[in-house]
């Protein structure tokens, strides 16, 4: 049985018949779009546009918080190590302070105030040079170095 | 492909089967021995690699005394200290040995340390730190820093470094320092109240935590713990540095002048409270140095031979930080008079009427006890045998009280237990038991001698006879504060028992009065006010017998005032005088008198003069500064002065004595009215005179004198001292202070 094609009635063959079928195109009718489905795929699209900001917007976020967190850390690096520069600097500061307390202390011992005062010629007031004032309870002073002092009464 | 038989896959099954098997047990076996066996350990090793952990030194607590004024205060300090495993680091030989050089030169230079001290430091190559020099001070701290960044190519500070750390600072150097003790390298208190209150003052120490990262470098803030540290707290003592500076003024002077051997010791106490005013020993020590000897014991220990030196020199350390008072006992002589007295009047055994008659000596058991007075004292009542100090008088009391009584009485004056003050090392007084005294120990005992008390436990028992005869706990600290001056602890009185009654202990005190207004403690004199006191000297028998040795002796002086209602007593003692005189009456007496005279006002105790006294007192020099010569002249006449006018202005442009210090009547008042007038004359040697004498000489010299000490009570005394040494420059009218004491004192216990 002869299953050739012939073209156009020709004995040659028809070779398109051992060529791939050429695809047919669709007939597509475009069909007018209903409101509904307009709609529809304007929704999706905006949707897309937002999910997509999100996602930009989200990682901009993210990085943003990493950054400021970091920045903060810093900052609190920074801040912490000044306080500790100060208290260093209280602290030797304070060290002076009690450097220089001593050595005033030192100068103003009685031994020191004697002498020194002996040697510019003075002489402790005589016991009858003193006078002495009678204290009651209410006319007292105090110092700062916690000695009362009384008012005379 | 041959396909693995059954056998084959069964073996290898087995095979695979045993390995892990053995790689999940010895895994297992050792998690067992990482977490369970050894987990403590494994697990301080991560935190030792994994944390930063250091202690914070609490701040030790201050000493003040009981007017607030600093004793003891810390400060920061530095330790300079190399790395010599980093120096050996550097890999160019060169660069190592010009660091090492640098190093060398620069930290000796500052620090004042043998640069082959530092080599050698340098050159311990294994260690990774070695201390230079230890509490190094902010100046030296600060060219330290100034030298390790002075050259920043050798990059110095990578090898030399500076730890803080903190020193103790005692302000006013040696006063008070058998009290206040001192500390040792790492701050910990090692004698009087810095190690009595070590634990106090110390404070809680901090803590920090952190977390290191992988290099080994430390985290600070990220994963740290503070635990702040607590700084230990304060003492408020109940010493007055002005008390206690006269106090050791005046003991240091009697020392050097008697030629004291032993040391000499000095207590001030409020009798009422138990308070400590003062306390002192001389020689001393400076805390600041306390491994510092006195110029004398350096010069023994370099006079010893070498293998001996370090002994001798430890030895002398010891005994200038032993605290006098309370850890020497002593035989108290005829100072203890004033206990046995007590004993007899609160008994009823004697009273002020009954009389007995010395004849120079007393038989007790076939033992011959002699008086002072060979010839004796005659027929005297008891306030005139305690004036007299009168041994056989004594001897004869303590026989009538009898050995049951007297040890009764002797334990409840606290003679047979320490005081319990709060210092370290009271000594344990040495006496004769109840069960032990016989008649001659009950002898020598009333009147001092045989047993053995410490200068704390004998001022306390004087205390309870004259302050209505309560037995008072002495202390030295008044208050405990916090670092924000909050009080902690009050310490109060403790009184322990009534011993006498207040009407025997009111007798005592007008006996004591009267022994040194007219008795053996004349030259514990003050004018204007009323004291009390015994005086004594013993013989320390045991030691003349040790040692072969004569004349070893302690004179001593036990003081009251005012003694209207007494609230201080003072005790001196100097242990082996070896001067012209060794009396305590002679020489420790006029100490007492000293102190008393210069802290009574200080404390607010008002003189009282009688007519008598107010007549001798000296006149207060009135100011003519600026004025002409002819008014001066006239306002220093009528004021019953004299004047020496040098200069030839017209003005009066300086005077000596100054306007208000106070010379006695007939006075030189020098008037300068010349700038350039220059008038110095030598100061003339004033002491071993008379009144008159010491007034002559001095007028004549034209200087003014100021009499101290014991001149209204007798005529027979001798000036002793002067303000200004003899040979000195100074310039005319200048008033110098003579003191004066009597030579007719006997106070001793005689045992033959």
Redesign the interface.
Known sequence: MNNLKYYDDSLAYNFELFMPAKEKKAKIVDMPESPRAKAARKKASKNMVAKKTSVVIGTLLILGFLLFSLFLRSQVTETRAKIEKINNEITEATGEETQINIELEKKLSYKNLDSTAYAMGMRKAEKNQIVYIKANEKNKAETGSGVQFAENN | MRQPSKQMIKRMFVILLVLVITTVSTTGISLINIMIVNGEKYQQMATEQQLYDARITAERGDIYDC????LA????VWTVFVTPNEIEAIKDKTERQKVKDKITDGLSEILNIEKSKITEDLNKTSTYYVAIKKKV??TVADKVRKFLNSDKELALSTYVGLD?STKR?Y???S?ASTVLGFVGDDNQGLSGAELQYDETLTGTPGRIVAAKNAHGTDM??TYEKKVDAKPGNSLVLTID??VQ?VTE?YLNTAVVNNKVGQRGAAIVMNVNTGEILAMATKGDFNPNDPFTLSAEDQKTVDGTKEDEKKKVKSDLQNKQWRNKTISDPYEPGSVFKVITESIGLEEGVCNLKQTFTCTGSIFVAGQKYSCHKHGGHGTQTLVEATQNSCNPYFISLGQSIGVNVFSKYFAAFGLTEKTGIDLPGEAEPQYHKANKMGPTELASTSFGQTFKVTPIQLITALSATVNGGKLVQPHIVKKIIDSDKNVVKNIDTNVKRQVISKETSKTVSNILESVVSSGGGKNAYV??YKIGGKTGTSQKVAEMLASGKKGLYVASFAGFAPMDNPELAVLVLLDEPHGSNYYGGTISAPVGGQIL?DIL?YL?Y??K?SAEQMQS??I?VPNVVGKTVSEAKSALVSAGLNYRIIGSGEKIIKQ???A???IYKNGIVILYTDEKSDSKAEVPKLTGMTISQVNSTATNAGFNV?FKGNTLTSSAVVSYSQ?IEAGTKA?KG??I?VYFRSQETGDIGLVN
């Open positions: 007017n607030y004024k600093k205060t810390s400060a920061p001070e902010k803080e600072y302000t006013n150097d006063l600070p803030f540095t002005y500076y003024k004018a204007g005279s006002p607010g008002e003189p003069y007192m000296a207060s000596l004595p100054t208000t210090q106070t100021s303000s310039e200048t008033v202070e």
